[in-house]
Nanobody
């Protein structure tokens, strides 16, 4: 089993920035982070969970939802087993619980997984609130 723990959420004014972190661990995590495709999703009250960004296991392919393009950036530090979501120029509509998700794919996999049902492991979520 792989455990994912998100951190970095909080309250920020419109136009501000936050960096979310997602650290992977687990007794049965026999593979390093670059064997996993990673996704960031968010869910606002009363709305469906939506994909925000994802990265293929190879790290070469990324995806961003149109609503966050040019504002959000996904990255990873394999040595730290941590994936990041840098969020700049935040807007009130970015308010949501943000989740990271992972699925084992292999180190050269180049597929970007955009849909939440494609992931096996999920974090508990971290609240991001953008408000003046």
């Amino acid at each position: 089993q792989v455990q994912l723990v998100e951190s970095g959420g909080g309250l920020v004014h419109p136009g501000g920035s936050l960096r979310l972190s997602c650290t992977a661990s687990g007794a049965t995590m026999d593979h390093p982070l670059d064997y996993f495709a990673i996704g960031w999703f968010r869910q606002a009250p009363g709305k469906e969970r939506e994909g925000v960004s994802c990265m293929s296991a190879s790290g070469k392919e990324t995806y961003y939802a149109d609503s966050v393009k040019s504002r959000f950036s996904i990255s990873r530090d394999i040595a730290k087993n941590t994936v990041y979501l840098q969020m700049n120029n935040l807007k009130p509509e970015d308010t949501a619980v943000y989740y990271c998700a992972a699925v084992l794919r292999g180190p050269r996999d180049t597929i970007r997984l955009v849909n939440f049902h494609e992931y096996d492991y999920w974090g508990q979520g971290t609240q991001v609130t953008v408000s003046s």
